[in-house]
């Protein structure tokens, strides 16, 4: 069973609209990691949060992390038809390096 | 720096064959870690293996095992297939066990028929 529940499932927008796809989780975490696939391939990383820090910034993206309640979210700012893809949270482990991930977020930004 | 290997690409097998999938991690890379990716279950952590050792395991049967190579490589075994197996196998690696940033192959798709 998935760790962390994202939200939304599926999220349609127009190119040049920003996009907000949401993780929570349930217990404690050493990072919080962000990926993303397209159809059925392997994922790429995008940005890891560790669990002191609040907010990171790279490129055209933006994660933010309250850890007081359990939740992180992903930001794509100015969205392109290339960022058509699933999302994926991980929750990093405290110990070893195990990744745990969230149910996704299939994100389609049309031309 | 050549990316995360995964062998084959797709595979057709029957139930109650079994099955072997291989993953070459990054060069320099010691930890290697696979993953289960299904549409009802999503993404699950199977193994975690470095330095040749199983390091954590996922709640997965017996009928899934690993195993890792002096170079790093791994592989991953699945006997006695269900048709429950069918779906694409990630493998991630890593320089170490440091939960940082994992870097994952193309996937193995795997149909049982």
């Known amino acids: 069973s998935q760790q962390g529940e994202e939200d939304p499932q599926a999220l349609s927008i127009q190119e040049g609209e920003n996009a907000t796809m949401n993780c929570s989780y349930k217990t404690s975490i050493n990072n919080l990691q962000w990926y993303r696939q397209n159809s059925g391939r392997g994922l790429v990383h995008l940005i890891l949060i560790r669990s002191n820090e609040r907010e990171k910034h790279s490129g055209r993206l933006r994660v933010t992390l309250d850890t007081s309640k359990k939740s992180s979210s992903l930001l794509i700012t100015a969205s392109r038809a290339a960022d058509t893809a699933s999302y994926f949270c991980?929750?990093?482990?405290?110990?070893?390096?195990?990744?745990?991930f969230g149910e996704g977020t299939q994100l389609t930004v049309n031309p | 720096k050549a990316g995360v290997t995964q062998t084959p690409r797709y595979l057709i097998k029957t139930r109650g064959q079994q099955v072997t999938l291989s993953c070459s991690p990054i060069s320099g890379h010691r930890s290697v870690s696979w993953y289960q990716q299904t549409p009802g279950q999503g993404l699950q952590f199977l193994f975690e293996y470095f330095s040749e050792t199983q390091r954590n395991k996922g709640n997965f049967p017996g009928r899934f095992s690993g195993r890792q190579f002096s170079n790093s490589r791994s592989e991953m075994n699945v006997s006695t297939l269900e048709l429950g197996d069918s779906a694409l196998y990630l493998c991630?690696?890593?320089?170490?066990?440091?939960?940082?940033?994992?870097?994952f192959g193309q996937g193995t798709r795997l149909t049982v028929v």
């Open positions: 991630a690696s890593r320089p170490s066990r440091r939960n940082t940033e994992a870097f």
């Open positions: 991980a929750k990093g482990e405290t110990s070893g390096s195990r990744l745990t």
